[in-house]
């Protein structure tokens, strides 16, 4: 079991800005295109964004262009997600995702535990 970790969830006003990150073992991290996703309340777990196994590639949810950007951190084994422009829909929990040699879209191979993200009107 892959064990990856998120962190930088909580509580901010419509219009703020939050990053999160997502701790991924070494290996995993150099074999693995990440994604994120999210499970608002009473909904299922959507697609948010994912980035391929090298970097040169990103790809994002139609509602979340141009708001967030997905990056890998090689020296730090991380992939942080930079959230501008919140808007209170934005609101859920937010899940890491690794996928073997494939980027984390509409496939995943390893989740993290979730991180809380709630936007206020």
């Known amino acids: 079991q892959v064990r990856l970790v998120e962190s930088g969830g909580g509580l901010v006003q419509a219009g703020g800005s939050l990053k999160l990150s997502c701790a991924a073992p070494g290996r995993t991290f150099i074999s693995s295109g990440m994604g994120w996703f999210c499970q608002a309340p009473g909904k299922e777990r959507e697609f948010v964004a994912a980035?391929?196994?090298?970097?040169?590639?990103?790809y994002y949810a139609d509602s979340v262009k141009g708001r967030f950007t997905i990056s890998r951190d090689i020296a730090k084994y991380t992939v942080p997600l930079q959230m501008n422009s919140l808007k209170p829909e934005d609101t859920g929990i937010y899940y890491c995702?690794?996928?073997?040699?494939?980027?984390?879209?509409?496939?995943?191979?390893?989740w993290g535990q979730g991180t809380q993200v709630t936007v206020s009107a």
């Open positions: 980035i391929t196994l090298n970097g040169d590639n990103t």
């Open positions: 995702a690794g996928r073997r040699l494939a980027p984390a879209r509409n496939r995943v191979d390893d």
